[in-house]
């Protein structure tokens, strides 16, 4: 357990310390058009694995992908380090992201093989939600930290060890077992592995264009595409004897709530996760370290959540009243930021941070345990893998829908106080809400529009109101998911936490 808490971490740490560094990253290899495509490489490759080999490790047993998973993002880690120009960089996030899915499709899944008892896997859950919560609460300043005394090439480097030391706990410790008996020759589902890299790949580029440029023709092209490799897949599944997607877990009454609320929990977390600090540096004015410090009790209370979820959730009579519970406290947090405003005092919005954090710990280790419970040893890992996979498709549906709502909203706002002041010429300068949050460039431009024989000030302090209103008005969106997520639990039949033990093949 010890290594895959390693394994955990890496992924954790490499999402965190990345996201810091990337500005740096940028102005040294001079590429600024493939920024975005730093984290939309990683996301694309990591995305259309997970479920891929959350089947695969059904079948063969999950050891061999785990080793095979931490020697790719390790490599490709070193390779990102490595990288002179940004396609380079991105093509190695690409290879990265693929083995930062193959951890997450093998790796999550070894818990429950390990501890068939459910009640006692939920503990060993928490030692996951730790490592995560640990790995998110260091990685934005571990990752400022190296950028600024060690260099941005140092960010990816400092995988190495701790890729190294999972495998040693993985290879030396960690048994090789599968749950699926073979009968005669096992055929990969080749064509279903395809369909569903065409359906999720178009998916993921179909939210990065979104909030960018909005429904266009090549946008809408992206989304028929996925759809439409979303329909064959179903069909195809449907027939093949070997599926890499067994339709009748989406027969299963508890395992279909389980994965919408998957979807669900997805969009509610990632909206507040992305744009809670957009709001309190670029709508609040705070520095990166105030903003830092109130969403802080977000990342750590996750983790004490967990811990606490895995006290209560055996000792009540419907472990189901967690799911509700989770999702209200997530809600209240999200309600809590749409009526935030600049003179709320920081232990107030902590508060609300706080409330955020204890809603995921309560809900996120619960799914995956639950969805465990329910699918059984044969589907065991496409079920965990599914379950990560659809939360991943919540958050890039959820990032995608509030970001073009904010996006659009705070550009006519701006717009519109730009007009008033006869200074729409403007627009190319405010009307990207970074500005708001970048000091310098907001000196500089203050003394270009006083030059020019405008207010500044106040026209800055009409785009952070625009930014504020675009935003409150985003997690709005998030809220109501979380509240309609509510209504969602009760379509979860009651989970019996049970011991389970169940014979198992040593593939040794």
């Known amino acids: ?23 740096t ?24 694995t997970v479920p891929i080999f959350g089947r ?10 785990v080793i095979a998973s931490i020697v790719v993002f390790t490599g ?12 380079f960089l991105v093509i190695a996030r690409g290879l990265q992201g693929i083995g930062g899915g193959m951890l997450v499709g093998t790796a999550f899944a070894c818990i429950p093989d390990l501890f068939p008892d459910s009640v006692v896997r939920l503990r060993w859950q928490v030692l996951m939600s730790t490592a995560f919560g640990i790995a998110n609460a260091i990685g934005p300043s571990l990752g400022g930290f190296l950028t600024q005394y060690y260099g941005w090439r140092s960010v990816f480097y400092v995988n190495l060890p701790v890729g190294l030391l999972s495998l040693f706990f993985v290879w030396r410790y960690l048994p090789h077992l599968r749950h699926v008996v073979h009968e005669g020759k096992m055929r990969l589902d080749w064509p279903g592995a395809v369909l569903i890299a065409l359906s999720l790949g ?29 329909i064959a897949l179903w069909k195809w599944e449907k027939r093949f004897p070997q599926a890499i997607l067994p339709i009748d877990m989406f027969r299963n009454k508890s395992l279909s709530a389980l994965f919408v609320l ?44 967990s811990i606490a979820n895995g006290r209560i959730v055996s000792r009540v009579p419907n472990p189901n009243v967690m799911l509700f519970i989770g999702f209200a406290l997530f809600a209240a947090a999200s309600l809590g930021m749409v009526i935030a405003t600049h003179t709320m005092p920081h232990w107030l919005l902590m508060l609300f941070m706080t409330f955020g954090g204890l809603g995921l710990g309560f809900v996120l280790p619960n799914l995956t345990v639950f969805a465990q419970q329910t699918a059984g040893r044969e589907h065991l890992g496409i079920a965990t893998a599914l379950l990560q996979s659809l939360r991943m498709i919540g958050g890039m549906i959820g990032t995608a829908l509030t970001g073009t709502l904010v996006t659009h909203m705070y550009a006519s706002g701006v717009r519109s106080a730009l007009d008033g002041d006869r200074a729409s010429q403007w627009f190319a300068d405010l009307g990207d809400p970074q500005i708001l949050v970048n000091r310098d460039a907001q000196h500089t431009l203050l003394s270009e529009l006083a030059k020019a024989g405008h207010n500044g000030a106040v026209l800055l302090e009409s785009a952070r109101e625009s930014l504020v209103g675009a935003i409150h008005i985003g997690l709005m969106l998030g809220a109501l998911v979380s509240l309609f997520a509510i209504w969602q639990s009760r379509r979860v039949p009651p989970v019996k936490l049970r011991k389970q033990i169940e014979p198992v093949i040593h593939a040794d």
């Open 1 to 23: 357990m010890l290594g895959v808490s390693f394994v955990s971490m890496l992924v954790a740490l490499d999402q965190t310390v990345v996201g810091t560094a990337l500005p």
């Open 25 to 48: 990253i940028v102005a040294d290899l001079k590429g600024f058009e493939l920024y975005a495509w730093v984290a939309t490489s990683y996301l694309l490759t990591s995305v259309i």
């Open 56 to 65: 695969l490790g059904d079948y063969y047993g999950r050891k061999p992908f």
């Open 76 to 87: 490709a880690s070193v390779l990102c380090g490595a990288a002179n120009n940004m396609l």
């Open 202 to 230: 178009s998916l993921q580029m179909f939210v990065e264009l979104l909030p960018k440029h909005g429904v266009t023709a090549s946008a809408l092209a992206l989304l028929v595409v996925s759809v439409a490799c979303a």
């Open 262 to 305: 998957a979807v669900l929990g997805g969009f509610a977390m990632f909206s507040l996760l992305f744009y809670a600090p957009l709001l309190f540096q670029g709508g609040f004015g705070m520095t990166p370290n105030e903003a830092g410090l109130v969403i802080t009790p977000l990342v750590v209370f996750i983790t004490i959540g």
